[in-house]
Nanobody
């Protein structure tokens, strides 16, 4: 069964940190680029960060650059998003996506991150 399962979300105070995980199964994770997206209530889903198959290239959206770090461990079939210096505006459901050219994108079910005092 092909699936991506996110975990690690929760409630955190402003300035705090969380690490999200994305566990892949049922496909060759190392052959796919991976991204993290987020969707806040009433807003469109937006790209947060991406990483290539080997982890050699990463990209970040301007609002999170310098605070978030995307990484992956292909041996564990898992991707990560380390989120530091969290702000209330980071509150959203976070999704991971695996993508490979000519194939359908694979999405997880999402994990809620709430930043509030």
């Amino acid at each position: 069964q092909v699936q991506l399962v996110e975990s690690g979300g929760g409630l955190v105070e402003p300035g705090g940190s969380l690490r999200l995980s994305c566990a892949a199964s049922g496909f060759t994770f190392s052959s796919y680029d991976m991204s993290w997206y987020r969707q806040a209530p009433g807003k469109e889903r937006e790209l947060v960060a991406s990483i290539t198959r080997t982890g050699g290239i990463t990209n970040y959206a301007d609002p999170v650059r310098g605070r978030f770090i995307i990484s992956r461990d292909n041996g564990k079939n898992t991707g990560y998003l380390q989120m530091n210096s969290l702000k209330p505006e980071d509150t959203a459901v976070y999704y991971c996506k695996a993508a490979r050219i000519l194939l359908n994108d694979l999405w997880g079910q999402g994990t809620q991150v709430t930043v509030s005092s």
